[in-house]
């Protein structure tokens, strides 16, 4: 009988879900697992809002399950810990990016890349090993195994620190796997919204020199003197991309929506590289006669491991890095997802959780 008291039952959670492919967001009550012994549990007090979220509510991947609860950049305080875990203690600094799970048994797992394991599990929205559905971080508290928690150094503020577990750790992992981190190197970054302006941030802080690539002049300002940019290149004058040919030993192209990349490849120093972070919904045309004639390569990456995305918290608290944000209360969550959809953001709004939440309940 002693056995049967001690047993933990589900955690009650209140947050907000979208309930069908309007995406509207509304308030919502569901459970979270017990905390097991490898889990850490802790109190939410930031997530921002990453535009794949945007995707998810609506099921405009076609993968969403209903009730969906966005928020995959998730910082808070520990509250719990499970009696095997090791790397964290009631009271720390935590956060939890894009994923929770993997099999640990694949080459991708063997080697610290559990982002490319094939039985990856996302924040939200699908299956755990449970059965349970995964949700996110618009809502009060998180439970996951500790291998998927990262440690938020005391001088990174949670706010503004919270996007980088999406968008930081999206632009970061390509500058290092592919070489674009060099001091000295001349790299450049297509679209300034989320993922942008934190790479020319990394980019910067890596020693490398910095041109942001934009379709609208309007930018430029807020790209040289903000962010601080070495130069800027607006895409549809085509005199200023001719200027630029065979200039850049590597771009960062951070747009999810249609655009040609011949333009971006002739950019490229011979050997450069072009590397995909944003999902366009529809495939790209890829000009393969000018990767030949220059040796020029197309690469994509998705998000990063966790050993590689506590490198970069790390690495962003050491060069005080972190997003320019817009904080707002969790009932302002719709008109953010509006003004998403718009671009009408600088950079990425982050849900005031802790602060808002209870209020709407």
Same mark, same amino acid.
């Given at each position: 009988?002693?056995?049967?008291?001690?047993?933990?039952?589900?955690?009650?959670?209140?947050?907000?879900?979208?309930?069908?492919?309007?995406?509207?967001?509304?308030?919502?009550?569901?459970?979270?697992?017990?905390?097991?012994?490898?889990?850490?549990?802790?109190?939410?007090?930031?997530?921002?809002?990453?535009?794949?979220?945007?995707?998810?509510?609506?099921?405009?991947?076609?993968?969403?399950?209903?009730?969906?609860?966005?928020?995959?950049?998730?910082?808070?305080?520990?509250?719990?810990?499970?009696?095997?875990?090791?790397?964290?203690?009631?009271?720390?600094?935590?956060?939890?990016?894009?994923?929770?799970?993997?099999?640990?048994?694949?080459?991708?797992?063997?080697?610290?890349?559990?982002?490319?394991?094939?039985?990856?599990?996302?924040?939200?929205?699908?299956?755990?090993?449970?059965?349970?559905?995964?949700?996110?971080?618009?809502?009060?508290?998180?439970?996951?195994?500790?291998?998927?928690?990262?440690?938020?150094?005391?001088?990174?503020?949670?706010?503004?620190?919270?996007?980088?577990?999406?968008?930081?750790?999206?632009?970061?992992?390509?500058?290092?796997?592919?070489?674009?981190?060099?001091?000295?190197?001349?790299?450049?970054?297509?679209?300034?919204g989320g993922l942008g302006?934190?790479?020319?941030?990394?980019?910067?802080?890596?020693?490398?020199?910095?041109?942001?690539?934009?379709?609208?002049?309007?930018?430029?300002?807020?790209?040289?003197?903000?962010?601080?940019?070495?130069?800027?290149?607006?895409?549809?004058?085509?005199?200023e991309m001719q200027a630029?040919?065979?200039?850049?030993?590597?771009?960062?192209?951070?747009v999810s929506a249609m655009?040609?990349?011949? @333009?971006?490849?002739?950019?490229?120093?011979?050997?450069?590289?072009?590397?995909?972070?944003?999902?366009?919904?529809?495939?790209?045309?890829?000009?393969?006669? @000018?990767?030949?004639?220059?040796?020029?390569?197309?690469?994509?990456?998705?998000?990063?491991?966790?050993?590689?995305?506590?490198?970069?918290?790390?690495?962003?608290?050491?060069?005080?890095?972190?997003?320019?944000?817009?904080?707002?209360?969790?009932?302002?969550?719709?008109?953010?997802?509006?003004?998403?959809?718009?671009?009408?953001?600088?950079?990425?709004?982050?849900?005031?959780?802790?602060?808002?939440?209870?209020?709407?309940?």
């Amino acid at each position: 009988m002693a056995k049967s008291l001690e047993v933990e039952h589900p955690k009650k959670a209140f947050g907000w879900a979208a309930k069908d492919t309007s995406g509207h967001l509304s308030p919502f009550q569901f459970s979270r697992r017990a905390t097991g012994e490898k889990d850490v549990t802790f109190k939410i007090l930031y997530c921002g809002i990453c535009h794949s979220d945007l995707h998810m509510a609506k099921n405009e991947w076609g993968m969403s399950t209903y009730p969906l609860v966005p928020g995959h950049e998730i910082v808070g305080v520990v509250t719990e810990v499970g009696s095997k875990v090791q790397k964290f203690k009631v009271g720390d600094k935590v956060g939890v990016g894009c994923m929770v799970g993997a099999c640990h048994s694949c080459d991708s797992c063997a080697n610290e890349l559990e982002n490319y394991c094939p039985n990856m599990i996302l924040t939200y929205g699908v299956k755990y090993f449970d059965g349970t559905i995964t949700q996110g971080g618009y809502s009060d508290i998180m439970v996951a195994d500790e291998h998927y928690v990262v440690r938020i150094p005391d001088n990174l503020p949670l706010d503004a620190g919270a996007p980088l577990l999406c968008a930081g750790i999206t632009v970061y992992s390509p500058l290092r796997y592919y070489g674009l981190d060099k001091p000295g190197m001349h790299v450049g970054v297509v679209g300034l919204g989320g993922l942008g302006h934190v790479a020319v941030k990394f980019a910067k802080a890596m020693g490398v020199k910095v041109t942001v690539i934009s379709t609208s002049v309007n930018k430029k300002k807020e790209a040289l003197e903000h962010l601080g940019a070495d130069s800027f290149l607006v895409s549809k004058d085509q005199d200023e991309m001719q200027a630029a040919q065979g200039t850049l030993d590597g771009i960062i192209d951070t747009v999810s929506a249609m655009h040609p990349l011949l @333009p971006l490849i002739g950019l490229l120093k011979s050997q450069g590289k072009l590397v995909m972070v944003g999902a366009p919904e529809k495939p790209l045309e890829l000009p393969v006669f @000018p990767l030949l004639m220059g040796r020029k390569l197309v690469g994509g990456t998705c998000f990063g491991s966790m050993k590689e995305t506590q490198e970069m918290i790390d690495f962003a608290a050491k060069h005080n890095i972190t997003a320019d944000i817009e904080v707002i209360p969790i009932d302002y969550v719709n008109t953010a997802m509006e003004r998403l959809g718009k671009a009408d953001v600088r950079y990425r709004f982050v849900i005031d959780i802790a602060n808002t939440l209870k209020s709407s309940s």
